[in-house]
């Protein structure tokens, strides 16, 4: 892998940018700290280091005078080697990042030429010494998008300057050559320069751009459903952190609508002991609900053979003689179906407090004839209050944030009957039963599948934690950044 990689870590800090800005309110937020830039860079320096040592340099030639005349000179297979980057730096500006290395070191050998000009043409070589030290490299860097709406990163400018470049010749008449080593060790600097800021903008605009590639823009989640991050606006620049909005909303796959609602404002950053910061609002999470319920897979039969022999009461009339006296009245010893269906999205609110979940369906009881034919007894109106128990944990290389519902309290009234009234009173015990039993771990499928948060390749999250905001939920990590192609030289 002679191409230089080295600054595809910058990436790290520029997840999901997107060109398209559609509004002012994101319904996620991610905020890379100084820390964690600190930490993108450190991890790279010894990639950098490796890369740059091993950067062709190519041959240099001229002419210069001598005591024996003027003479042809040539430096052929200059090889850097250890080079060191003690100190380094990337921060965000106005409109980008700037990569700043300092007092940097380097060494190197090449073999030396020399041929005298005039008669008799007395030639000689040997090998030379290449040290130099107090190098300093600026790189800045623009963001753009291509064609798919994937983020780029292009660079602007590459400033160099080298403190000091000594070569020692040795072999042959290597004096001849120390007397104009100044006039080398000049054009060695310049070679250095183009080569080694070519190396730092090829790394950007070739391997950075590579990984950006892996962001998901548009992630799918099932048959049904997909969640769009692309950008809400500019991505917010500051000397303690980078920002950026996304839009954070699911789709319908077999025909994506906006939601008919729209996000909260977020608080400003507020923190910075983590160096990432990750904001999933409700405002996602209930795009979710609004698909799921316009899919029509919100719906769930429960027939006799489904219920458990621990269970209350069996799906049967007679089980019912004493909860509605008119069902197994009108329906005496009959087989019986309930139908649960959704008829309004689920709905997730964030306190500080806690997450709340409310569901509001209704419970269709139907009575089944011999011949397989079924009538409707009854249906109930019900809403189910749960409280979500949150979590952060990986699942591979994503991680994923998703709830675990518990019942709260519920609510029921008689929406229609074919028997005439009843009470519900008797009902309490078996409803909630049945909440426990079917509705909720329904529900549990789609909150413990989670949100994966959207990363690229080689970034895990390190103590992760969570915390409750009014309208959000709120991951604050340090970060592990090791790409796959990082294993050429890490492990």
């Known amino acids: 892998m002679n191409s230089n990689r080295v600054l595809a870590l910058i990436p790290t800090v520029l997840i999901l940018l997107m060109t398209t ?11 890379i700290t100084s820390k964690g830039l600190d930490y993108v860079i450190e991890t790279g320096i010894p990639i950098l280091e490796q890369q740059l040592s091993n950067i062709d340099i190519p041959d240099i030639s001229g002419s210069a005078s001598s005591p024996i005349g003027t003479i042809d000179y040539e430096l052929k297979n200059i090889k850097l080697s250890n080079l060191k980057i003690p100190t380094y730096s990337m921060k965000p500006g106005t409109s980008g990042l700037t990569i700043a290395l300092s007092s940097v070191s380097v060494s190197g050998k090449a073999d ?34 291509d064609s ?17 470049l000594h070569v020692t010749f040795h072999g042959g008449a290597s004096w001849l050559y120390n007397l104009f080593s100044d006039n080398i060790a000049d054009s060695l600097k310049s070679s250095l320069q183009g080569q080694l800021c070519s190396a730092a903008t090829d790394a950007i605009n070739k391997e950075a751009n590579h990984a950006l590639e892996t962001l998901p823009i548009v992630e799918k989640v099932d048959d ?39 996000p909260n404002p977020l608080p400003p950053v507020n923190a910075s002991d983590k160096m990432i910061y990750v904001w999933i609002t409700e405002y996602l999470v209930n795009t979710a609900g609004f698909v ?8 769930y039969n429960i027939t006799a053979d489904q219920i458990p ?23 005496p010893n009959m087989l019986m179906q309930l139908n649960i269906i959704s008829v309004k999205p689920p709905l997730v609110q964030i306190s500080p407090q806690m997450v709340n979940l409310t569901l509001v369906g209704t419970l269709g009881v139907n009575v089944v004839y011999p011949n397989k034919t079924e009538v ?32 709260l309290k519920f609510d029921m009234s008689l929406a229609s009957t074919s028997i005439g009234q009843f009470s519900l009173a008797p009902l309490q015990v078996t409803v ?10 329904q529900a549990n499928k789609y909150t413990m599948r989670g949100i994966t948060i959207p990363m690229f390749d080689g970034v895990s999250f390190v103590n992760p934690q969570l915390e409750l905001g009014e309208g959000y939920i709120l991951v604050n990590s340090d970060i592990n950044y090791k790409p796959s192609y990082w294993s050429d030289y890490y492990y």
Not at 21 to 31: E, I, K, Q, S
Not at 310 to 331: E, G, H, M, R, W
């Open 292 to 299: 799921y319920q316009e899919s029509g897979i919100l719906a």
């Open 21 to 31: 800005f559609v509004r002012a309110d994101p319904g996620f937020r991610l905020t």
């Open 224 to 262: 049904y459903s997909e969640v769009n991050y692309s950008l809400t606006k500019v991505p917010v620049f500051t000397s303690t952190y980078i920002e950026t909005d996304h839009k954070g909303e699911f789709f319908l796959i077999a025909h994506p609508s906006e939601a008919p609602f729209t």
């Open 376 to 407: 409707t007894a009854f249906v109930l109106a019900v809403t189910v209050y749960a409280d979500a128990h949150v979590s952060i944990h990986a699942d591979g290389t994503q991680e994923i944030v998703s709830g675990n519902c518990t019942l």
């Open 148 to 164: 798919s709406g994937h983020p780029t990163l292009k660079t602007t400018g590459c400033s160099f300057s080298i403190g000091g």
């Open 112 to 145: 030396w030429h020399y041929k005298q000009k005039s008669w008799p043409g007395i030639s000689d070589s040997g090998s030379v010494d290449i040290s130099a030290d107090g190098i300093a490299i600026t790189i800045s860097a623009v963001l753009g998008s």
């Open 309 to 331: 022999s621990s269970f209350p009461i069996s799906l049967n009339t007679s089980s019912f003689k004493f909860l509605v006296p008119q069902l197994f009245n009108a329906y």
């Open 432 to 441: 909630n039963a049945l909440i426990n039993a079917f509705v909720l771990p």
